[in-house]
């Protein structure tokens, strides 16, 4: 009888720790999902910034434009 109580308690922990492995493994796989994910969004700020940089750099060069146009029409005294 002892036996038997002593083979179906081994058996549930051979289960429970089939299904701790089990997660263990899923963890880790979810760990690497989100690391992959982490490169995808710091790669996109990247893009961002040097959007946001070209745009500056952009609205710099319509400025200087408007301003040279600006002086253009004063001496023609067109404005």
């Known amino acids: ?3 038997e109580i002593t083979n179906i ?3 549930h922990l051979k289960r429970f720790q ?3 492995d089990r997660i263990e493994r899923e ?3 979810i760990k690497g999902w ?3 994910l982490e490169i ?3 790669s996109i700020r990247g893009d961002i910034a040097r959007h946001s940089g070209d745009q500056a750099r952009q609205q ?3 400025d200087t434009l408007a301003d040279r146009v600006d002086r253009i029409e004063r001496r023609l005294e067109l404005a």
Request: hydrophobic fraction near 50%; glycine fraction near 4%.
């Open 9 to 11: 308690v081994l058996e």
């Open 18 to 20: 089939a299904g701790q």
């Open 27 to 29: 963890l880790k796989e």
């Open 34 to 36: 989100l690391s992959q």
């Open 60 to 62: 710099l060069s319509i």
């Open 40 to 42: 995808a969004v710091a």
């Open 1 to 3: 009888m002892t036996d």
